[in-house]
Nanobody, 123 residues
Framework: QVQLVESGGGLVQAGGSLRLSCAAS????????MAWFRQAPGKEREFVAA????????YYADSVKGRFTISRDNAKNTVYLQMNSLKPDDTAVYYC????????????????WGQGTQVTVSS
């Protein structure tokens, strides 16, 4: 059972930056693909970014491409989401997710989830 704990959320002005962290309990995180999703009030949870196990190839939603960067530090069992040029539309609860195998972009493919961290971007 993998336990995930997100941190780093907060309130930031439009154009600002935040870095989210996701710490995993699993010592063999290297075998898991990791992803970030987000959910705004009244909306469905949506894919943001994913990083594969092993080589660490990345994949982004079009809405964040060029602004967000996902990375991982397997030695620290931690995945990061660097968010730059933030917009009010980025306001949401951000969730970290993990799965064994290749990266995916749908919520159904991820069995392990964190509790979420709130990101609020003011205009």
């Amino acid at each position: 059972q993998v336990q995930l704990v997100e941190s780093g959320g907060g309130l930031v002005q439009a154009g600002g930056s935040l870095r989210l962290s996701c710490a995993a309990s699993e010592r063999t995180l290297i075998t898991y693909s990791m992803a970030w999703f987000r959910q705004a009030p009244g909306k469905e949870r949506e894919f943001v970014a994913a990083i594969s196990w092993g080589a660490g190839s990345t994949y982004y939603a079009d809405s964040v491409k060029g602004r967000f960067t996902i990375s991982r530090d397997n030695a620290k069992n931690t995945v990061y989401l660097q968010m730059n040029s933030l917009k009010p539309d980025d306001t949401a609860v951000y969730y970290c997710a993990a799965r064994v195998g290749a990266r995916r972009r749908t919520t159904q493919d991820y069995p392990y989830w964190g509790q979420g961290t709130q990101v609020t971007v003011s205009s």
